[in-house]
């Protein structure tokens, strides 16, 4: 079984910054990216930013500039850092992560159970 966990998040006004973590734990053998996704209400789930276990991260044209990920492989962890908060980033914050659960099984993502960004004006 295999469990992302997500932190951070809440309440801040635009301008202001926000920090989003999420820890991957249970039967993992090896995470190649990890990142998140974002849904607003009535719209649907979009990138927001991704990194590879190599450290190579990319953004939506969105966030960019505005955003950083960050990664620790060994403790299978990663984080978003986000700056220049608008009100059009709220919404809720879906950690993911494409891994696998033992050698040889294939590359799967595994979700978190999202957490909640609001950006007030």
């Known amino acids: 079984q295999v469990q992302l966990a997500e932190s951070g998040g809440g309440l801040v006004q635009a301008g202001g910054s926000l920090r989003v973590s999420c820890a991957a734990s249970?039967?993992?053998?090896?995470?190649?990216?990890m990142g998140w996704y974002r849904q607003a209400p009535g719209k649907q789930r979009e990138l927001v930013a991704t990194i590879t276990s190599g450290g190579s991260a990319s953004y939506a044209d969105s966030v960019k500039g505005r955003c950083t990920i960050s990664r620790d492989n060994a403790k299978n962890t990663v984080v978003l850092q986000m700056n220049s908060l608008k009100p059009e980033d709220t919404a809720v914050y879906y950690c993911?992560?494409?891994?696998?659960?033992?050698?040889?099984?294939?590359?799967?993502?595994?979700w978190g159970q999202g957490t909640q960004v609001t950006v007030s004006s």
């Open positions: 993911y992560g494409n891994l696998r659960t033992g050698l040889g099984r294939r590359y799967d993502d595994y």
């Open positions: 249970g039967t993992i053998f090896s995470i190649f990216a």
